[in-house]
């Protein structure tokens, strides 16, 4: 599972920060939001904010995905007192994330939909943090493939204002493979991330050819691994990560009904409302 961001060690995941924190003051509130990362790029404009903050993608035709995403599922449902309930369905993206509220946490959905290109898209519903790791670095051991986990979280960890929540801002790409490589299945990890210790940033694994590594050195850290620079790694594989005409309407929707009681939950509107973008 992914681990909050902090200092990364190299045998540690990088998996961005993207928790929701309350803030809770008696004084007036004034707003001090931190401009460092303005012009943050974003899939259908953050209108679906947290969800559009972190997603993932397996390199594979969505039927295939499916099948494989079902049968892992299954697998894990045997060992555990769960259910779960999935439906197929066509929507535009704008529609097909709805499939995701409520927002829980621990998160509960995913959402699977076929993309224009080789790949397929999955996103998850978490409130405070959405996890697509596991399936985009376990699957492609399955199907012999490629799995892709983005971040593109802008920062909001100055705000100030008791009615809306702390976000620590991150850019990251994570790369997995079907093989062992020097730590699981990652093939490379980029990226930075904000915390209550300021921005760090993290490179492990082998450097691919359409890396911008010349950014790498900068003074500032938000400049190591900008929104466009993510855009464009990703493009290079294929995918056209903000492009919300990219991702088709099959999808697949899958909930997991546990018989233990979960954490808060909000529709994605409502948890949108507290963060300002």
């Keep these: 599972m992914p681990n909050d961001c902090g200092r990364v060690t190299a045998k540690q995941e990088v998996t961005p920060k993207s928790g929701y924190v309350r803030v809770a003051h008696n004084t007036s509130a004034t707003l001090n939001y931190d401009h460092e990362m303005e012009g943050t790029k974003a899939l259908?404009?953050?209108?679906?904010?947290?969800?559009?903050?972190?997603?993932?993608?397996v390199e594979c035709p969505f039927a295939q995905f499916s099948r494989a995403f079902l049968g892992w599922q299954d697998q894990l449902e045997a060992k555990s007192s769960t259910q779960s309930r999935r439906k197929s369905f066509r929507a535009p993206l704008s529609e097909s994330l709805l499939?995701?509220?409520?927002l829980t946490t621990p998160g509960d959905r995913y959402l699977l939909t076929e993309t224009r290109s080789g790949w397929s898209a999955i996103f998850s519903n978490g409130l405070r943090a959405n996890d697509v790791h596991s399936p985009v670095s376990y699957l492609?051991?399955?199907?012999?493939?490629?799995?892709?986990?983005?971040?593109?979280?802008?920062?909001?960890?100055?705000?100030?204002?008791?009615?809306?929540?702390?976000?620590?801002g991150a850019v990251g790409f994570s790369l997995y493979g079907p093989n062992e490589t020097d730590w699981l299945n990652r093939i490379r990890s980029v990226s930075i991330a904000n915390d209550v210790?300021?921005?760090?940033?993290?490179?492990?694994?082998?450097?691919?050819?359409?890396?911008?590594?010349e950014n790498y050195g900068k003074r500032k850290i938000v400049e190591r691994l900008t929104p466009a620079m993510l855009e464009s790694y990703c493009s290079a594989l294929g995918i056209e990560l903000f492009n919300s005409d990219?991702?088709?309407?099959?999808?697949l929707s899958f909930h997991i009904k546990s018989k233990i009681p979960g954490g808060p939950s909000m529709s994605i509107a409502e948890a949108r409302s507290h963060v300002h973008i």
């Design 44 to 57: 259908l404009d953050n209108r679906f904010a947290p969800v559009t903050f972190t997603w993932g993608f």
């Design 99 to 102: 499939a995701l509220e409520p």
């Design 140 to 168: 492609p051991t399955v199907l012999k493939c490629r799995g892709l986990n983005i971040s593109c979280v802008p920062d909001r960890s100055k705000t100030t204002d008791k009615e809306e929540v702390q976000i620590y």
């Design 197 to 213: 210790s300021g921005w760090q940033f993290a490179a492990d694994g082998a450097v691919q050819p359409y890396e911008q590594i």
């Design 246 to 251: 990219f991702y088709g309407e099959q999808s």
